[in-house]
């Protein structure tokens, strides 16, 4: 599966929207913490293999209800950790800053179409380093979290420092397990350099002022 596989034409002469798409290669329940454990990988033919790792909570989920009876609008609001698996995360990262044309700190864009990485250490020296961990808040929209194992899952992830005028990002990221499928969706294109903030910024980051 190619990561831009699913990219979504808007028609409006504009690039489109950067929807990349996963396949979910490992998938484990950790009983300790009543949490899914997914890493996800993806094609990004001509280069190297992308993914990450996303840990989603059975416990923690607050319902939301919004109107009544039959138009009632049903939401599910709680943590969501998104986790490195290493350099297919950094040139996840370093794939997304150039389409979204965002340069790292330590090197120039390298412009569009994209030049192949060469290797490992290559892409590192370009700065792009996706963090350990990155928290934010998760919302499952009319699709309930804890029901991932069975059932697709639309969720739209926050990334927030609580500041006024700070660092503010939305994304989708769809959750296929029982088809084995991921999908991590721009959300707008406003929010693409504060999520190549968050996405960048070292160790275990906190992007959920509510936690």
Known sequence: MHVFCNLEDTDDGLPPLCDMTFEVV???FDESTSTWRLTLSA???PYEPVGF?????MIGWKEQIDGEEDDAFHSFWGPVTLRTVGHESDRLLALLADYYEIPSSSNKRLGWPFK???SR???LSKGWIFPQRVNCLGVGIESDPTLVADHPVH???FFDDGEEDGHYAEVFLDVDLPQGFCGLNEKDEEYRSALIHWLSLPG???ANPHR
């Open 26 to 28: 490992e998938k484990s």
């Open 53 to 57: 790792a996303v840990d989603i909570p």
């Open 121 to 123: 250490g290559s892409l």
């Open 204 to 206: 275990v980051v906190n």
């Open 43 to 45: 094609r990004a033919t």
């Open 116 to 118: 192949p990485f060469q």
């Open 155 to 157: 969720m739209k992830l």
